[in-house]
């Protein structure tokens, strides 16, 4: 993947205005933007905002479990906020904790981006546009298009901003860095991902403003087909599919009311920063806690492609870009289908001014099909009950591609994540019809190289309470014998995983591994503790050599299961700075200590993802593709949840394509 942030593809962020909806009623409830300009105010008064600095990240410093635990409605709601600075003229770096309520600085950290490990703050938006002018004016680039014959198509060009991975190269380590590839385009509405001139690398240092370095290797042609896919360029739109209407004439069945959702028997705080995008906080069933806190704080896409042009490539699309900040405004029918709640998301710019991004959040109902059936013989008949989920979600995109999160929830109790991945491919350049190992031709001359998209939840679990125990459960084969005397039968076996060294663990399809959160102090109706069991889906673990940079960057990316004890402070699994840093911050620095984990409040980060070797029909625009995970109760319950659904209210009902069979009816319609 690549990432374009030119105004043309970045969200849709909006000056407030003064209609904004009121403050905070609750300590969870999200920033607002009248919070995000009292904070910028504070910060200048404090002298912390001179003419050059900027803020390349502004969220929420969510209150503590014991503020939490302490606090009443109708309380007073100290709000706090965790603002990154960084001169750019400097390069200095500092992290500030402010009180908007209290109108104080609560706190001042230098980071030192200059020293081992390094790691520099998230890319501003303004440094996008600047790196494509350094680039263009540099007389070493625009030699190298004279060089390849491309001096006329200089005007068009789009420098891409990338940032660097972790090369050690000296004259790189400890500066802002970024690269810069280039793609053509032959009119100003043109698709450049479709015209890439290979070999041509710029590096960019952006706080000196200058090029340290440029790679100008092959002469590999610029491919000349086209990457449109506008209606334009696609033709007629086909007229064989008919409508599909959703409608809810009595309404939805959930309630809102500032954050809180209620929907049938869950009930949960929607929230939205700039990192994290949607986050999800006192996630209920039944008014029972099951996950405090829930959210997808980082993904990394790692490459596969062993070329100059692609060999660094591994983007930390939160940690380096902000997913939050680069989220969508959703649009009513299509993104969103149905009766839809949206909700408005709050980030700061550049310098520090609040803007809004509308609609970034969408919530709905949905159809899923069957819920349970059964027919028996005799005069019990067939019995059928629809399934249906509450949808929370949002997208982000991130240069040429753009990926969906979807948080499900069930009437049976059950949680799903879903990851969607669409937009456009990254591709390089080479010689129509030829192979290339690490990367398959796509479109005459368009190679796609091969890589992965390795998201991280992170999943703060409260199963009837914080006291919680990992158990990894296998199913287990029983060697025929006195044990297995038909050679028939099998078990299950449970490994309790009581520190944090123990709870670093890989997933085992062959032995439907899952991995149970279980109550230290509360059993169901049958003695046995509550629980709820991640289920994971089957995702390769990151590619790379365990002695590459990007293994020790992405280090979450090497299992698939860690279990910490709680730190409000451990949030992010590749740690804060994952831009140019040399790697071991995140999950293996939290567990350096090795805390117990057994009975104690507890943190699942689950690694799930896609390993994509891409196809012809990924082009121009590929087909979303998925990944996720279900937490799922596992006694947490006395017996399904769902028995007292009711029928849908179109059973029985005779339509076109309808069975017809009234009370007999067996299909589900």
Request: hydrophobic residues 40%.
């Amino acid at each position: 993947m690549t990432h374009d942030h030119t105004p043309d593809h970045a969200p849709r962020l909006l000056p407030l205005t003064a209609t904004e909806a009121p403050g905070p009623r609750h300590p969870l409830d999200p920033l607002t933007g009248d919070e995000i300009d009292a904070a910028r105010a504070i910060l200048e008064a404090a002298g912390l905002l001179g003419e050059s600095v900027r803020v390349p990240m502004l969220l929420p410093d969510e209150p503590t479990k014991a503020e939490l635990a302490a606090w009443a409605p109708g309380d007073p709601i100290d709000r706090r906020i965790d603002a990154t600075l960084m001169d750019a003229a400097t390069g200095a770096v500092s992290e500030v904790v402010v009180s908007v309520t209290r109108g104080e600085v609560d706190a001042v950290r230098p980071h030192d981006a200059s020293q081992a490990p390094y790691g520099q703050p998230q890319y501003l938006f303004e440094e996008y546009d600047r790196a494509a002018d350094i680039v263009k004016a540099s007389p070493e680039w625009r030699a190298a298009m004279a060089r390849r014959g491309l001096e006329d198509r200089i005007e068009l060009a789009f420098c891409s901003p990338l940032a660097p991975g972790f090369v050690g190269r000296a004259n790189e380590v400890g500066r802002r860095v970024i690269r810069s590839l280039t793609f053509l385009r032959d009119s100003e509405d043109d698709i450049p991902w479709a015209h890439p001139v290979e070999g041509l690398i710029v590096h960019v240092d952006l706080v000196t403003n200058e090029v340290i370095g440029i790679e100008d290797e092959g002469d590999v042609p610029v491919p000349a087909g086209s990457g449109k896919y506008t209606p334009d360029a696609v033709g007629p739109a086909r007229t064989s599919l008919k409508p599909i209407e959703i409608t809810q004439p009595e309404g939805p069945s959930f309630r809102v009311s500032g954050s809180l959702v209620e929907w049938e028997n869950w009930s949960m705080r929607v929230d939205f920063n700039a990192r994290e995008g949607l986050v999800l906080h006192d996630v209920r069933f039944d008014d029972r806690p099951v996950l405090t806190r829930a959210s997808v704080p980082e993904m990394v896409v790692p490459y596969g492609d062993t070329s100059p042009t692609r060999f660094w490539i591994s983007y930390f699309d939160a940690g380096e870009y902000l997913l939050g900040k680069n989220a969508n405004h959703l649009e009513l029918g299509c993104d969103c289908l149905g009766v839809i709640r949206y909700f408005d998301g709050h980030v700061a710019d550049d310098q520090g001014h609040a803007v809004r991004i509308p609609n970034v959040v969408c919530m709905h109902e949905e159809d899923y099909g069957i819920l349970w059936k059964h027919t028996e013989q005799g005069p019990v008949g067939s019995h059928v009950r629809r399934s249906r989920r509450l949808v929370v979600s949002y997208f982000s995109t991130i240069g040429n591609y753009d990926y969906g999160f979807y948080w499900y929830f069930y009437l049976d109790g059950s949680i799903q994540l879903e990851a969607k991945a669409t937009g456009i491919v990254f591709v390089g350049a080479g010689i129509p019809g030829s192979t290339q190992r690490h990367a398959p031709e796509i479109a005459p001359g368009v190679f796609a190289p091969v890589h992965q998209h390795l998201f991280c939840a992170r999943l703060d679990v409260a199963v009837d309470g914080e006291d919680n125990r990992l158990i990894e459960v296998d199913a287990a084969r029983i060697p025929m014998g006195d044990d297995n005397p038909f050679g028939n039968a099998f078990t299950w076996t449970e490994t309790p995983l009581r520190t944090e060294s123990e709870a670093q663990r890989v997933a085992d399809t062959s032995v439907a591994r899952v991995w149970e959160v279980r109550s230290a102090s509360k059993t169901n109706y049958i003695g046995r503790p509550t629980a709820y069991h991640l289920i994971p889906q089957p995702t390769a673990l990151l590619m790379a050599d365990p002695a590459s940079s990007v293994a020790a960057r992405a280090a979450f990316a090497t299992k698939h299961v860690w279990g910490t004890a709680y730190d409000r402070d451990e949030r992010w699994p590749g740690g804060r700075y994952p831009n140019a840093h040399q790697g071991g911050a995140g999950l293996p620095a939290y567990t350096a200590d090795d805390r117990s984990i057994d009975g104690e409040d507890l943190v699942l980060w689950h690694t799930f993802g896609l390993t994509h070797v891409p196809r012809p029909e990924d082009w121009p625009i590929m087909p979303v593709d998925y990944a996720g995970f279900w937490f799922k109760p596992y006694g947490f319950l006395d017996v399904n949840p769902a028995m007292d659904v009711p029928e849908s209210s179109q059973a029985h009902q005779q339509a076109d394509g309808g069975c017809g069979k009234g009370a007999a009816c067996t299909c589900g319609h």
